[in-house]
C-alpha cells in the first residue's frame, strides 16, 4: 500500500469550485484504492498564514500533492487528480 | 482518451469559441445595438406583467450574443492565465507590487467571491498593504465581465473612463494607506510572519481538451452564479424605466446634487455586479447626467458587504480610510467627467 496525501486548498467558507474539487479529489481517491494507493485528503484555506507560508498560493482553489503544489486557480477533473497522483507515486 | 478522441473534442469546442468571438464581431459589423432599446414611453399602455417580460424579450433578442461572449471570454481568460507568476513575483520590491494588483485584477475577479481572499493573500504573501489596497478598490471596475457590459450596455466611452478613473482612485488610496500609521501597523504585522517562504510549485497543465472544456465550464459556472441576479436586475430597471418619473430623474440625478446623490446610493446599496450597470443605463435613459452615472458605477468598491468581509481582515480604520478615499474619487471624478463631457 502507498501513501499520499492530497491538501485541497480552498477559502472559507467553501465556495462551490472548492467544493467541487474536494468532490473530485475523494472520487479520485475511492478509484485508487483499487490500485493499492491510499490518499489522505485534509483541507486547507487558503486565508491562512500557515497557507501563504508553506505554499505562497493566494488563488484557489488549488491542490499540494505530497507537499508539492500542483494546481493552481481551477478545478481539477478527476481523471486529472487521479494522474497527478499516478505520476507522484511512481 | 486516445490523441484522436483528444483532438476531436478541442476541435469542437474551439469551433463553438470561434463561432462565439465571430458572431460578436458581425454584430459589430451590422452596428445593431446590443443594449435594451425600449425607451422610456414604449412601456405605455403595457399591462403591469407585460412590462419586464417586454423588456427582457427585447433585451435577449439582440443582447444574448454580448453575454454569451462576456462568459466565454472570462472563463477562456481565467483558466489560461498563469496565476503561479503572481506567487512568484508578487513579495518583490513595492513597483512591482501595484503593477501586478493592478494588472491582475481585470482577470481574476470575475468571481466576487474570490475578491476577498484574494486580498488578504496579497497582504499575508507579503506584498503590503498598498497593494492589496489597490488590488480591492480597482477589481469591481475593472473586471472582464463588467468592462464589455459597461461598454457594450451603456457606451465604450463611459468603460474607459471608468477604468481610468478607478485606477487612479485605487493607486491613490493604496499609496495614502500604506503612508498612514494604522496602515504601517498591519503591514508590519504581516511582512514578519511571510518572510523566509520557499513555496514548492509544480504546476501540471493538463491538455488542450480538458484546459478548453474547464473554461466553458466555469464560463457557465459564472453564468449561474451572476445571471439570476442580473434578470432581476432587469426586471426592476424595466419598472424604473416605466413608472419613475423623468422630472425626479432630471431634478436630482443631474448636476452637483445629482453626482453626490449618486455617489451615496452607489455605495451602501449592494448591487450585485453587473445589475449597477443595467440600473445605470436605466436611469440615464430617464436622464441622469453622465457625470452621475459615473459616480454611481463607481460607487462599488465601498459597498457594506464588501467592507464588513474586509474589516475582519484589516482593522475598521483602514477600512473608513479606504471607503473615504473612494466615496471622494467618485464625487471628483463624477464632477470632473461632467463639466469635461458637458452633462453634469
Not at chain 2, 469551433?15 to 458572431?23: A, C, E, K, N
Not at chain 2, 489596497?133 to 468603460?159: D, K
Request: aromatic fraction near 10%.
Amino acid at each position: 500500500m502507498k501513501e499520499v496525501t492530497v491538501e485541497v486548498i480552498g477559502v472559507d467558507p467553501p465556495c462551490k469550485r472548492c467544493q467541487a474539487t474536494y468532490k473530485n479529489v475523494e472520487e479520485a481517491a475511492s478509484t485508487l484504492k483499487a490500485k493499492d494507493i491510499d490518499v489522505k485528503i485534509s483541507h486547507m484555506t487558503v486565508q491562512s498564514k500557515d497557507t501563504i507560508a508553506k505554499y505562497g498560493v493566494i488563488v484557489s482553489p488549488a491542490l499540494a500533492i505530497n507537499n508539492v503544489v500542483k494546481v493552481m486557480g481551477r478545478v481539477p477533473e478527476k481523471k486529472e487528480v487521479e494522474r497527478l497522483i499516478l505520476a507522484t507515486v511512481k | 482518451m486516445t490523441e484522436k478522441t483528444r483532438s476531436v473534442r478541442s476541435i469542437i469546442m474551439l469551433i463553438f469559441i470561434f463561432f462565439t468571438v465571430g458572431y460578436l464581431i458581425y454584430s459589430r459589423i451590422m452596428a445593431y445595438s446590443l443594449a435594451p432599446t425600449m425607451k422610456p414611453a414604449d412601456f405605455h399602455g403595457l399591462a403591469i406583467w407585460e412590462i419586464p417580460v417586454a423588456y427582457m424579450v427585447d433585451y435577449f433578442s439582440h443582447g444574448w450574443i454580448c453575454l454569451l461572449f462576456a462568459f466565454v471570454a472570462a472563463g477562456l481568460i481565467y483558466e489560461f492565465i498563469p496565476k503561479e507568476a503572481i506567487t512568484k513575483y508578487m513579495g518583490g520590491n513595492k513597483v512591482t507590487g501595484y503593477g501586478l494588483a493592478i494588472g491582475m485584477a481585470p482577470f481574476l475577479t470575475v468571481c466576487s467571491c474570490t475578491m476577498v481572499p484574494l486580498f488578504a493573500g496579497i497582504l499575508y504573501i507579503g506584498a503590503g498593504i498598498g497593494p492589496a489596497m489597490t488590488f480591492l478598490l480597482m477589481a469591481p471596475a475593472a473586471n472582464i465581465l463588467s468592462i464589455l457590459l459597461t461598454g457594450e450596455i451603456i457606451s465604450w466611452e463611459l468603460a474607459g473612463v471608468r477604468i481610468i478613473v478607478s485606477l487612479v482612485v485605487a493607486l491613490t488610496a493604496g499609496i495614502i494607506i500604506s503612508k498612514t500609521p494604522w496602515g504601517k501597523a498591519i503591514e508590519k504585522e504581516h511582512q514578519q510572519s511571510s518572510s523566509g517562504t520557499q513555496a514548492a510549485i509544480e504546476i501540471v497543465k493538463p491538455p488542450l481538451d480538458e484546459r478548453l472544456w474547464a473554461s466553458l465550464k466555469f464560463a457557465g459556472h459564472l453564468g449561474k452564479q451572476i445571471l439570476p441576479f442580473f434578470l432581476l436586475g432587469l426586471v426592476a430597471v424595466s419598472y424604473v424605466e416605466a413608472y419613475l418619473p423623468e422630472d425626479i430623474v432630471g431634478t436630482y440625478l443631474t448636476g452637483v446634487t445629482g453626482v453626490l446623490i449618486a455617489s451615496v446610493i452607489g455605495g451602501p446599496l449592494y448591487t450585485p455586479t453587473l445589475v449597477e450597470i443595467v440600473l445605470g443605463k436605466g436611469m440615464w435613459e430617464l436622464g441622469m447626467s453622465k457625470g452621475a452615472l459615473l459616480s454611481w458605477l463607481m460607487g462599488q468598491p465601498y459597498d457594506v458587504a464588501n467592507a464588513l468581509a474586509v474589516s475582519r481582515i484589516v482593522r475598521w480604520k483602514v477600512v473608513l480610510t479606504y471607503m473615504v478615499i473612494a466615496w471622494a474619487g467618485s464625487v471628483i471624478f463624477g464632477l470632473t467627467y461632467g463639466i469635461l463631457s458637458g452633462s453634469l
